[in-house]
């Protein structure tokens, strides 16, 4: 098993372009999380999914989208970069919501 | 979501127990109390949960209060590859199984 799989791992994007943050898992489950890490700070939840085709807001959701159409991807969506998303996004995925929860290698992003 | 509270910055040496306290003075009756740690920003590691009774594992120990208000993870025999950021975060599985960070405490394990 691969576990969780980010990509990319770095990133420079210009103000007001969009990308797309990829998240798979392999490990079938059915809870998924983004979560963004700014420096000296702890993660801050984004956006979570409890199974496929259906996601929710976390603490810190404006400025980002994101869609859970099978069970594996847990894509994370900007739209209009801004130099305050600078940071390093992690996903994470667990079987259940009590059960041990696997966090990928994180994604640096820079907002120029 | 129930708050925890942490030191913001903890010693120990190599060798002896490290003893991380958390306060969750406001936790519920169906919220666990997990414990995760991050080294070098890289993605955080889980190392142990528990709702009432104390856990061990290869790990780590935890041991929750009989109120439940607050809890104390044990490495018990720290090694410098132990220097990390130690989160204590309470959890409700029927919530979406949120992880909700707080500050977290930066333990040194020194020579």
């Known amino acids: 098993n691969a576990g969780v799989t980010q990509t990319p791992k770095f990133r420079i994007l210009k103000i007001g372009q969009s990308m797309t943050l990829q998240c798979t898992q392999d490990?079938?489950?059915?809870?998924m999380y983004w979560y963004r890490q700014d420096p000296g700070m702890g993660l801050k939840l984004i956006y979570y999914?409890?199974?496929?085709?259906?996601?929710d807001k976390g603490e810190v959701p404006n400025g980002y989208n994101v869609s859970r159409s099978t069970t594996e991807d847990f894509p994370l969506r900007l739209e209009l970069a801004a130099p305050s998303q600078t940071s390093v996004y992690f996903c994470?995925?667990?079987?259940?919501?009590?059960?041990?929860?696997?966090f990928g290698q994180g994604t640096r992003l820079t907002v120029v | 979501d129930a708050k925890t509270t942490q030191p913001t910055s903890m010693d120990c040496a190599e060798g002896r127990a490290a003893n991380l306290p958390c306060n969750h003075s406001?936790?519920?009756?169906?919220?666990?109390v997990y414990w995760y740690r991050q080294i070098h920003s890289q993605g955080p590691q889980y190392i142990i949960h528990g709702l009432k009774n104390n856990e061990t594992n290869e790990m780590a120990s935890l041991i929750i209060t009989e109120d439940r208000k607050s809890s104390t993870l044990i490495l018990p025999h720290a090694t410098l590859r132990d220097t990390a950021v130690y989160y204590c975060?309470?959890?409700?599985?029927?919530?979406?199984?949120?992880?909700?960070f707080g500050q977290g405490t930066e333990l040194s394990v020194k020579p």
């Open positions: 975060i309470v959890r409700v599985a029927r919530r979406g199984g949120k992880l909700i």
């Open positions: 994470a995925s667990s079987l259940t919501g009590d059960s041990e929860a696997f």
């Open positions: 406001t936790i519920s009756g169906n919220e666990y």
């Open positions: 999914s409890v199974g496929a085709g259906i996601t």
């Open positions: 490990m079938n489950h059915n809870y």
